[in-house]
């Protein structure tokens, strides 16, 4: 059984028509919405509501402390600039990606 009848028995199997494939476009798959029903939807909601606070801020907490021993140091190796560079970069991430959408998804303001 070559590739192109492996693929055609295993359409076949899950009964998809040509129509319902040639609907299936990027406008109308973004209209989608899966939400986790029942216990997993209550579990995800509180795993958004309490875990991105903690990763922001002990991220945070963490980036300052590296941030601050490295300024102390009198002469800065590259090891040291991009350790710094890495931790600016963490630290903007973090209060620029994961906050909002926290806000976002805690809140619910479109």
Known sequence: MDATTQFASNVALISVTEQ???????????????????????????????IPPILVSIG???NAMTVFVLLRQKKM???????FALALSDTLL?????????????????
Do not use: K, Q
């Open 20 to 50: 319902e494939t040639f609907n299936t476009t990027s406008s109308n798959v973004s209209e989608w919405e899966f939400t986790p029903v029942g216990y997993y939807g209550d579990a995800s909601a509180l795993l958004w509501r309490v």
């Open 60 to 62: 945070t907490i963490g």
């Open 77 to 83: 190796t590259s090891t040291a600039v991009f350790l």
């Open 94 to 110: 973090l209060s620029s990606t994961l906050l909002p959408v926290w806000v976002l998804y805690t809140w619910g303001i479109n």
